[in-house]
């Protein structure tokens, strides 16, 4: 699970690690509901090319505001919310092991 590494990655929050991954996979998993009934609707059992462009425009155009909505507001800064005044705890022999699994 790659993709869910940055929920573990949450600096001092380690408790809401299963909340950032709950929020994430059910947002994720959404357009697996909501495309098939957006196809069916559009194209009303006439699958025609012109509603398949307008299909394929209307996904692009979601892909393209998504970019942009990242583009714009996000960032690769570390949060104040996420700064501790706590030092870092040592690291056990375990820890610092690098043992396959």
């Not at 600096?11 to 098939?36: K, M």
């Amino acid at each position: 699970m790659e993709w869910a590494s940055f929920a573990y990655e949450t600096g001092p929050f380690h408790s809401i690690s299963g909340t950032l991954i709950g929020i994430t996979n059910t947002l994720a998993t959404i357009p697996g509901f909501v495309v098939p009934l957006f196809v069916g609707y559009m194209t009303h059992n006439n699958q025609t090319i012109a509603q398949w462009r307008i299909i394929f425009l209307t996904m692009a155009a979601l892909y393209v505001l998504g970019f942009a909505v990242y583009t714009l507001f996000g960032s690769g800064e570390e949060q104040s919310w996420n700064e501790t005044s706590e030092a870092p705890a040592e690291e056990t022999e375990a820890e610092t092991q690098n043992t396959p699994m």
